[in-house]
């Protein structure tokens, strides 16, 4: 049995406000949006220097817009620990994941995330091509729950005490040790996928399985403890 460590305290909390299957997951995104725990995301938000967009399509985007479904994707990987729901999981984001994703959100939780997700997916464009990881166009969200775990293990708090108080140094860490980070969790991830394919050559069906399933999260965990003075 794969060991358990602090970085990834896994939860199953599936409770929604709007859970009916016949409603269309896009049209619950926008039932949510004049919910407490959206407004005072978007109050939260702009007393931070960005503009929540709570419904669908709201106007131009821009790197000071954010969005209600790239909170919810970033904050399910990183805080939450479950990249392979918040990739593989979008249509479910606001129906029965809806309260474990914001239930208890602060706006400053939700930009850290949404800062460290950005951060990942430019990264993943710019490290594209021939000598880039087969892996990497699936592992965004896996690199970014492993970064979110150790910016928090470096600062010394838990993910409950990030707040607008903390942010500012928050992420000049996470700027700081940006490559870095980057790069010591596409090592993880690759020797998690070792450990589960062995160095044999892995297709693209068996990345995108193995990404969508939970048990690399074991591997990496294992991982981080055989390699926990890697930074």
Same mark, same amino acid.
């Given at each position: 049995?794969? %060991?358990?460590?602090?970085?990834?305290?896994?939860?199953?909390?599936?409770?929604? #406000?709007?859970?009916?299957?016949?409603?269309?997951?896009?049209?619950?995104?926008? &039932?949510?949006?004049?919910?407490?725990?959206?407004?005072?995301?978007?109050?939260?938000?702009?007393?931070? =220097?960005?503009?929540?967009?709570?419904? %669908?399509?709201?106007?131009?985007?821009?790197?000071?817009?954010? #969005?209600?479904?790239?909170?919810?994707?970033?904050?399910?990987?990183?805080?939450?620990?479950?990249?392979?729901?918040?990739?593989?999981? %979008?249509?479910?984001?606001?129906?029965?994941?809806? @309260?474990?994703?914001?239930?208890?959100?602060?706006?400053?939780?939700?930009?850290?995330?949404?800062?460290?997700?950005?951060?990942?997916?430019?990264?993943?464009?710019?490290?594209?091509?021939?000598?880039?990881?087969?892996?990497?166009?699936?592992?965004?969200?896996? &690199?970014?729950? *492993?970064? =979110?775990?150790?910016?928090?293990?470096?600062?010394?708090?838990?993910?409950?005490?990030?707040?607008?108080? @903390?942010?500012?140094? &928050?992420?000049?860490?996470?700027?700081? @040790?940006?490559?870095?980070?980057?790069? #010591?969790?596409?090592?993880?991830?690759?020797?998690?996928?070792?450990?589960?394919? =062995?160095?044999?050559?892995?297709?693209?069906?068996?990345?995108?399985? #193995?990404?969508? %399933?939970?048990?690399?999260? *074991?591997?990496?965990?294992? @991982?981080?403890?055989?390699?926990?003075?890697?930074?």
């Amino acid at each position: 049995t794969p %060991r358990a460590i602090t970085l990834f305290p896994y939860t199953t909390l599936f409770r929604s #406000t709007y859970a009916t299957n016949s409603q269309n997951p896009v049209d619950l995104r926008d &039932l949510h949006s004049n919910d407490d725990w959206q407004k005072n995301l978007e109050i939260g938000l702009k007393a931070l =220097g960005y503009t929540y967009k709570r419904q %669908r399509e709201e106007g131009p985007g821009g790197s000071h817009i954010i #969005t209600s479904a790239v909170v919810a994707e970033a904050v399910l990987a990183i805080w939450r620990m479950k990249p392979q729901q918040a990739k593989f999981m %979008r249509n479910e984001h606001f129906n029965k994941l809806y @309260n474990e994703i914001f239930d208890g959100l602060n706006a400053a939780q939700a930009l850290l995330a949404v800062m460290i997700f950005r951060s990942v997916e430019n990264a993943r464009k710019r490290q594209s091509g021939e000598n880039a990881p087969a892996f990497l166009p699936y592992a965004s969200h896996y &690199l970014s729950m *492993f970064i =979110g775990s150790k910016l928090l293990s470096d600062s010394n708090i838990d993910q409950k005490a990030i707040s607008h108080r @903390n942010y500012s140094d &928050l992420i000049a860490t996470f700027y700081k @040790n940006e490559e870095h980070y980057l790069q #010591t969790a596409i090592e993880l991830v690759s020797m998690a996928l070792d450990e589960l394919y =062995g160095k044999d050559k892995i297709s693209l069906q068996q990345l995108a399985a #193995t990404f969508r %399933r939970g048990d690399l999260l *074991f591997y990496m965990a294992d @991982n981080i403890v055989k390699n926990q003075n890697c930074f």
